[in-house]
C-alpha cells in the first residue's frame, strides 16, 4: 500500500470544527486563546501605540509568567502600511487534534493539537484593504501567520518589511549566530547585545524555568526571516526580511497570499525546546506524494577520489559496515564554480578514470543507492535536463551546492528544486546556508539540509553541546561526521554520541576518511548497526553549552548519546525509560583514560541493565558515551 499521509495516517481523534464566527461592534475587544494543556496563552488586542492609532498587538504568557509583552503586528505594504488604523471585523475559533506519520522522523507518530483563532482586519479608511491573522496555540509554542485576502482594494502586493515583533520583558540571555554556519562556541549573550540579523532559531532564556525560541515554520515562497533589535523599545525584536547578502528583501505577490508562520515555541528547559521540535513540521502541510516506496533514509559516505576504484571501494566499505548509500563529491562533472561545467556527464579530464555508470551499476547491484554532488550553478542551468537523466541513470539522490538563500526568490527556486527532483525520484540535502522550515512532511525527498557548523569545520564542545537546542530546533542537520582526522577537538566517543543526540535521516559518516583508513576499531560498530529513523525520542538531560543526554528507539533497540563540554566528571543517566521488567544488553562506548597514550581511543564495556539502571557516565570535556541497548532475549548484538 502507498503512503500518503493525507488519506491514510491523519486520523482524527477529535475533530476541526467552527465554534464561533461574530463581529465585534468594539474594534479594540481583546481576544485570548490558550493552548489545549491551558500553560501557553495569547492574548490579541487592537490600540494605539504613540501616534499611531488602532495597532493590533498580541503577547504571550506561559504558566501565567509573561514571555512576551505586548508586541506589533502588520505589513509594511508599499506604498501604504498595514498596520495602524484598523477594526476587528471578524473572528472565528477552531480546534484540531490529529496524529500523522513522517516517513523518517524523530518519532513514529506525531500529534498535531492545536486551537486556532483567526482574525479579520479592515482599514478604517479607504481603500478598506482586509488583512487576516491566523494564531495557534500548541502545547509546544505560538505561531501565526498573516493572509492577504483576495480582495478588489488589493490585488498586487509588495511587502517591504513586517511589523512583526517578538517583545521580551527583561534583557535576557540568548545564544546567537549571525550565518546558518554560525559557530555557536563563544556561548551566551544578552539580548541588548544580539546585532542585527540574528539567525533562527534565536533561543531566549526567559526564566530559569521557562525557555522561548523564536523561529519560522512553512517558508516556501517568501523571503528568510532573520531578526534584529528594535531601536526604540528595549528588548524588542523584529522579523527581518532577509535578502542575499543581508540586505533587506521585498515579498511581492498577487491575493490570496499567505506568510509563513512565525513561531515562539516554550518549555519548562531547554531538552523540552528539543522535545517538541516537531512543531515545527506540525506547521506544514501534509505529505503531497501518493508513493515514496523509493524514499530511502540510510548512512553516506563521501567518495573524493572521484576514479571507478574509489567508487567501488567505497560501495564494498558500505556493504561491511552498515552504511547504505555513496555520495560523489564536487568534481566529478568539473570545477563546480565554472559556469560552463556540464552536469549532464563526467569531466572529460575524469572521463579515463570515472566509469560513472558502472560505479551505479555496481552499487545498485549491491544494494547501495549513488548520490551526485551538483553546485547551484548547473542546477540553476541544467536541472530540467539533469533530474530526468540522473533519474534514467539510476542516481537515487543529489546533493545540492551552495545554493542561494534568502531572498524570495530563491527560496521559491530551492523549493521547486525539491518538487521537480521528487518528480523524477531523486532524494535531496541541501548544503551550505540553507535552513529547512519542516517542509519534509510535505516533500519528505527532502532528506537533509547543513544549515550547521559541522565536523568538517571541526567546531568545539561547546558548540556541539548548544547544537541541540538552537539548531536542531528547526529540524535536521548534515553534520558530516569524521574519525580519523587529528583534527578533531573531541574523542571518538564524543562523535559516537553526537549521531545519537543529532537527527538527520542521511548521516554522514566518515567525511574526511576513505575506506582504507578502516582499521578494525571496534568502537565503529556503533556507526554500524546506527538507524537514522526513530520510533520514539526521550531528551534525558539538556543545559545549553554544558551537556546533553538524548535516548532514541528504533524497534526494540535503543540508542543513547551523552556529552558534557562544561568540565570533567560524571553525568548520570537514567534508563527509566526501558519498559519495566526487561532486561538490556548494553554495550557502552566510552572515553579512555587521558594519560593511556590515545585519548581519543574508546573503552567498550558490556553490562545487562533494565530500567532501575542509572549509569555513570564518565566524560572528559571533549569526551562523549554512547549506549546501544537490545533486549537480552534477542540475539545478533
Given amino acids: 500500500m502507498l503512503y500518503d499521509p493525507a488519506r491514510l495516517s491523519m486520523r482524527p481523534v477529535l475533530f476541526l470544527s467552527a465554534l464561533l464566527c461574530a463581529t465585534f461592534a468594539n474594534p479594540a475587544a481583546g481576544l485570548e486563546l490558550t493552548s489545549p494543556d491551558g500553560r501557553l496563552a495569547l492574548a490579541f488586542d487592537i490600540k494605539d501605540f504613540g501616534i499611531e492609532k488602532d495597532c493590533p498587538f498580541y503577547r504571550i504568557a506561559y504558566n501565567g509568567k509573561q514571555v512576551l509583552k505586548e508586541s506589533r503586528l502588520g505589513l509594511n505594504l508599499e506604498p501604504a502600511p498595514l498596520d495602524r488604523g484598523m477594526s476587528l471585523v471578524d473572528q472565528t475559533r477552531t480546534q484540531q487534534d490529529v496524529t500523522w506519520k513522517p516517513l523518517c522522523g524523530e518519532q513514529a507518530t506525531i500529534r498535531d493539537h492545536y486551537n486556532q483563532l483567526s482574525v479579520e482586519l479592515k ?34 502586493f509588495t511587502i517591504g518589511a513586517e511589523r512583526t515583533r517578538f ?7 540568548t545564544w546567537a549566530v549571525y550565518a546558518a554556519q554560525g559557530d555557536y562556541a563563544p556561548g551566551e549573550v544578552p539580548l541588548s547585545k544580539v546585532r542585527p540579523g540574528v539567525e533562527r532559531p534565536l533561543t531566549v532564556r526567559v526564566a530559569p524555568d521557562i525557555y522561548a525560541a523564536i523561529t519560522e515554520a512553512r517558508n516556501i515562497n517568501y523571503a528568510r526571516m532573520k531578526l534584529t533589535l528594535v531601536a526604540d523599545e528595549p528588548n524588542t525584536l523584529e522579523a527581518f526580511l532577509d535578502a542575499e547578502r543581508g540586505k533587506a528583501g521585498k515579498v511581492s505577490g498577487t491575493t490570496p497570499f499567505t506568510s509563513p508562520w512565525r513561531v515562539v515555541m516554550v518549555a519548562d528547559t531547554p531538552g523540552g525546546l528539543l522535545g517538541h521540535n516537531y512543531l515545527i513540521p506540525d506547521l506544514n502541510d501534509p505529505c503531497a506524494l501518493a508513493d515514496v516506496s523509493w524514499i530511502k533514509p540510510g548512512k553516506v559516505i563521501r567518495e573524493v577520489t572521484l576514479t571507478t576504484v574509489g567508487g567501488k571501494a567505497c560501495i564494498d566499505f558500505c556493504v561491511q559496515r552498515g552504511l547504505q548509500f555513496i555520495e560523489l563529491d564536487a568534481g566529478w562533472y568539473g570545477p563546480e564554480s565554472d559556469p560552463k561545467s556540464d552536469a549532464t556527464a563526467v569531466s572529460p579530464r575524469k572521463a579515463d578514470r570515472l566509469d560513472l555508470q558502472e560505479v551505479i551499476r555496481y552499487g545498485n547491484a549491491h544494494g547501495i543507492g549513488v548520490i551526485l554532488y551538483v553546485n547551484h550553478l548547473a542546477l540553476e542551468r541544467q536541472m530540467d535536463q539533469i533530474f530526468p537523466l540522473y533519474e534514467k541513470w539510476g542516481v537515487q539522490g543529489v546533493k545540492f551546492g551552495f ?3 534568502g531572498s524570495q526568490k530563491w527560496t521559491a527556486w530551492v523549493h521547486e528544486s525539491i518538487r521537480k527532483a521528487a518528480a523524477h525520484h531523486l532524494m535531496v540535502d541541501i548544503h551550505d546556508e540553507f535552513r529547512n522550515t ?26 556541539n553541546a548548544t547544537l541541540p537546542f538552537t539548531r536542531f530546533l528547526t529540524g535536521p542537520a548534515d553534520y558530516t561526521y569524521c574519525w580519523y582526522s587529528p583534527k578533531l577537538k573531541v574523542t571518538h566517543a564524543h562523535q559516537l554520541a553526537l549521531s545519537t543526540i543529532y537527527f538527520s535521516p542521511w548521516q554522514f559518516l566518515f567525511w574526511y576518511d576513505k575506506p582504507g583508513a578502516y582499521d578494525g576499531d571496534p568502537a565503529l560498530d556503533y556507526w554500524k548497526y546506527l538507524p537514522t529513523c526513530w520510533d ?85 570535556a571533549n569526551g562523549g558515551q554512547a549506549v546501544r541497548l537490545v533486549p537480552a532475549s534477542v540475539t545478533g548484538q
Fill in 123 to 156: 482599514e478604517n479608511q479607504p481603500p478598506h484593504r482586509l488583512l487576516r491573522l491566523m494564531f495557534r496555540a500548541y502545547d509546544e509554542g505560538i505561531a501565526f501567520s498573516y493572509t492577504l485576502p483576495a480582495q478588489e482594494e488589493l490585488k498586487e
Fill in 167 to 173: 517583545g521580551f520583558t527583561g534583557d535576557h540571555k
Fill in 403 to 405: 545554493v542561494n538563500v
Fill in 438 to 463: 519542516g517542509y519534509q512532511r510535505t516533500y519528505p525527498n527532502l532528506m537533509t539540509v547543513e544549515g550547521i557548523f559541522g565536523n568538517e569545520g571541526f567546531p568545539s564542545p561547546v558548540h
Fill in 536 to 620: 520514539e525520542t526521550r531528551v534525558l538531560k539538556g543545559e545549553i553549552g554544558k551537556y546533553a543526554s538524548v535516548a532514541r528507539r528504533h524497534g526494540q533497540e535503543w540508542y543513547v548519546g551523552s556529552i558534557r563540554p562544561d568540565g570533567a566528571g560524571e553525568l548520570e543517566v537514567p534508563l527509566s525509560f526501558l519498559p519495566p521488567g526487561v532486561k538490556y544488553n548494553a554495550t557502552i562506548y566510552g572515553d579512555r583514560d587521558a594519560d593511556d597514550g590515545n585519548s581519543k581511543a574508546v573503552k567498550i564495556d558490556k553490562m545487562v541493565v533494565d530500567n532501575t539502571t542509572v549509569l555513570k557516565a564518565r566524560l572528559p
